[in-house]
């Protein structure tokens, strides 16, 4: 079956497997958007310490706009898959141009959803990450100071 997915042939199988893979990784997001909504919330209070309120909003904002879009993905998904399942019965899978783009169109929505979702992650992990380091050093100096008071 002629795909044309950069000069090559996807078979039924691999169409359908595309299809598992985007499941498994769209429910892994939406495991690691729970950690995160739980990981902002918990450290609210050190953001707000740090002068960080209006980047943690926003990351905040962006995390509910990415759980929507997993949410959204993962019901085409699987109304392709239903119409994939149709089109197998029939054994017209590759005769049905409308599928096979749809399919294409796609996996580049699920593969521009991953990697805007990696770049969130990563931009909150800093922040998160940067808030710890100082709270660390505000931390190691107070700790650095009680031997000095209790040599008085």
Not at 3 to 13: A, H, L, V
Request: proline share 1%; glycine share 2%.
């Amino acid at each position: 079956m002629k795909k044309d997915w950069f000069g090559r042939e996807k078979s039924i199988d691999e169409l359908h497997h595309d299809a598992k893979i985007w499941v498994s990784e769209i429910n892994l997001i939406k495991d690691e958007i729970r950690f995160l909504e739980h990981l902002l919330s918990e450290k609210y209070i050190d953001f707000l310490a740090a002068g960080l309120h209006k980047k943690i909003e926003d990351s905040v904002k962006q995390i509910s706009v990415q759980k929507n879009i997993g949410t959204t993905l993962l019901e085409v998904i699987n109304s392709q898959n239903k119409i994939l399942a149709e089109l197998i019965k029939y054994d017209s899978v590759s005769g049905n141009q409308n599928y096979l783009e749809s399919h294409k169109k796609l996996e580049i929505e699920v593969n521009s959803y991953i990697n805007n979702y990696k770049a969130l992650k990563q931009r909150i992990f800093k922040v998160v990450e940067n808030v710890m380091k100082k709270k660390d050093q505000k931390k190691l100096t107070v700790s650095d100071e009680i031997p000095k008071l209790l040599d008085k």
